[in-house]
């Protein structure tokens, strides 16, 4: 079963930096993407940031491009938040699914199990 964890969500400064965690277990091999989502209020869930495991392809929403740093370590994910700005609160999602091809998608629907979210709050 895959369990997917997410934390590292705090209130801070505009300028400031967070790193969100996110720990995937439950795959036994590496051919899965995790992927970074935020929801604002009022506004529809999008993905930040995706990887692709095998591969360590990343993509990156052109918004986050330059501040945001996605890693990982065994099965922790890292995403790395620097130069927050208030259009940056939001609930974060991290999300994780098998894939079959070497690149990793970025609808929602196409990631099966997800963490509970953590809140990101940027002040100015």
């Known amino acids: 079963q895959v369990r997917v964890v997410d934390s590292g969500g705090e209130s801070v400064q505009a300028g400031g930096s967070l790193r969100l965690s996110c720990q995937v277990s439950g795959y036994t091999i590496s051919t899965y993407c995790v992927a970074w989502f935020r929801q604002a209020p009022g506004k529809e869930r999008e993905a930040v940031a995706t990887m692709h495991v095998r591969y360590g392809d990343t993509y990156y929403v052109d918004a986050v491009k330059a501040r945001f740093t996605f890693s990982q370590d065994g099965p922790n994910h890292y995403l790395q938040m620097n130069s927050l700005t208030p259009e940056d609160t939001a609930l974060y999602y991290c999300?994780?699914?098998?894939?079959?091809?070497?690149?990793?998608?970025?609808?929602?629907?196409?990631?099966?199990?997800w963490g509970q979210g953590t809140q990101v709050t940027v002040s100015s």
């Open positions: 999300a994780a699914s098998r894939t079959y091809s070497n690149t990793c998608p970025r609808a929602s629907g196409s990631y099966a199990n």
